[in-house]
């Protein structure tokens, strides 16, 4: 597949690519060009979708009419076209395969399934989504991880000010250390008050976690945070080598950002 550019146009008319019984749409100003092509007469459909090139009908893209990618073939406002008169989404092209099969056929992506949930969601193909949602990669994420997180208070606030107390620390230094506290009840909350308190007078910042509800221990939210700061691309290891007392240092672990 070849690249057609970056040119788009968003035309009054989208019949460039629709062709009814082998004969090209002749309504040229094109208002209702798509409104009068009908299902059943099925029009082929040139696609660029993110610079890759795919041939359909409208009735396959059609073909659950509550959804996004739907809507954009339904109305002639919402259609653009590139260069050379095809159809133009400006989505990855890679992923739109799987969905494009999914569409003709009914058959289910097994490769790069978080890729093809995420375009799925957002050209809000509700069958395929569920579908998808049943595997066990999304399954795992979706109903497990995700719903243990909503369980801990100011996760991902507490996540982004990890993030940037490390940047804040890492001038002229190859790596930067992030103090984090994980308590999982009130009782370890209360355990390390003298301890946070401490360090506050000392101007030691510490990222506080919890008290949570979850069942899950301090492993799992450890796991949590050393893969979600992975997935923003930096490189991240924890250590439990806290410089505290040891009646509260299992509750202290430190981050290490490396940055070169």
Not at 181 to 208: I, P, Q, T
Not at 218 to 240: E, R, T
């Amino acid at each position: 597949m070849q690249s057609s550019g970056t040119h788009t146009r968003c035309p009054e008319s989208v019949l460039g690519n629709l062709v009814s019984h082998g004969q090209p749409c002749q309504e040229r100003q094109g208002i209702g060009c798509l409104e009068k092509i009908t299902d059943q007469e099925s029009p082929v459909v040139d696609l660029n979708v993110g610079g890759e090139f795919y041939t359909t009908t409208l009735g396959t893209l059609r073909k659950f009419p509550g959804s996004k990618l739907a809507e954009m073939f339904s109305s002639p406002a919402k259609a653009c076209l590139d260069a050379e008169g095809r159809f133009f989404i400006d989505r990855c092209g890679t992923y739109f395969g799987p969905i494009l099969e999914y569409l003709r056929s009914g058959q289910l992506p097994t490769q790069h399934i978080p890729e093809v949930y995420r375009e799925a969601q957002y050209y809000e193909i509700k069958p395929l989504i569920k579908h998808l949602e049943d595997t066990p990669q999304i399954f795992g994420e979706q109903v497990a991880r995700k719903q243990f997180l909503l369980q801990v208070p100011g996760y991902s606030e507490n996540l982004e000010l990890m993030v940037r107390l490390a940047r804040a620390e890492a001038v002229a230094a190859r790596c930067s250390r992030v103090l984090v506290c994980l308590v999982r009840n009130e009782k370890e909350d209360a355990s390390c008050a003298d301890a946070l308190r401490s360090l506050e007078a000392n101007k030691r910042s510490v990222v506080k976690f919890g008290p949570w509800k979850a069942a899950l221990d301090i492993s799992d939210l450890l796991d949590c945070l050393n893969m979600d700061i992975k997935a923003q691309g930096y490189q991240v290891c924890y250590s439990h080598n806290s410089p505290l007392p040891a009646k509260v240092s299992d509750y202290f672990y430190t981050f290490s950002f490396s940055w070169w």
